[in-house]
């Protein structure tokens, strides 16, 4: 009489395969995710600093005390932030508060973590999602720390050097400057430029 029925070896052999190919579907799952998250982020960023590019021009237009608007880009928490530039000095006897002139603002050792204020809460410090990571591409020449946009054409300022706000940035034959996005095992990389005129481009 003949038994029908699996050996171990067979089991084994199925649930050694079932494994390793469950192991692939994770990994596989994981880092589509990671490349999903890092096109998103790099979609976010772009759309932040073309919001701080129009709130600029809009603050000249309204006449508020709002000198500029800007992002900030911290590298070692991996976040980013729209602020308000602020640092206008009020006019005796009343009236509109007077900013900075665009020389002055460009002047060395300019930028300061003072004059830029909280646009709002849900835009201030803003981590990458989970799985990108924000570098510095390994070139700080032309990793942009902050860009800011002065009204009123408005004027696209960065940021490379930790305290000076560039008006004509890098080098002539390329004027842009760049912000990097990877996935967190740097599989993937994305960068975001801004040149001179304030085009971004992905």
């Known amino acids: ?113 003072g004059s830029m204020k909280i646009y709002a809460n849900g835009s201030w410090n803003v981590h990458v999602a989970q799985g990108v990571v924000l570098h510095d591409g390994g070139a700080a020449s032309d990793t942009i720390q902050d860009i800011l946009f002065y009204p009123p054409d408005p004027y696209t300022l960065v940021n490379i050097s930790n305290n000076t706000f560039l008006g004509s940035f890098t080098t002539p034959a390329a004027p842009t400057a760049y912000i990097y996005l990877s996935t967190a095992d740097g599989s993937a990389v994305r960068t975001i430029g801004v040149n001179s005129a304030g085009q971004v481009s992905l």
């Open 1 to 113: 009489m003949n038994k029908n029925g699996f050996t171990m070896i067979e089991i084994l052999v199925v649930l050694a395969i079932t494994a390793l190919l469950s192991g692939l579907a994770i990994v596989y799952t994981h880092a589509g995710q990671d490349q999903i998250s890092l096109s998103i982020e790099e979609s976010k960023i772009a759309e932040l600093i073309l919001e701080a590019k129009d709130l600029s021009v809009a603050t000249y237009a309204a006449n508020v005390k709002t000198c500029a608007y800007g992002v900030h880009f911290n590298y070692a928490s991996s976040t980013y932030s729209l602020f308000e530039y602020n640092t206008a000095q009020p006019v005796s006897g009343g009236g509109r508060e007077i900013c900075p002139s665009l020389a002055s603002t460009t002047a060395a050792g300019a930028v300061s973590a």
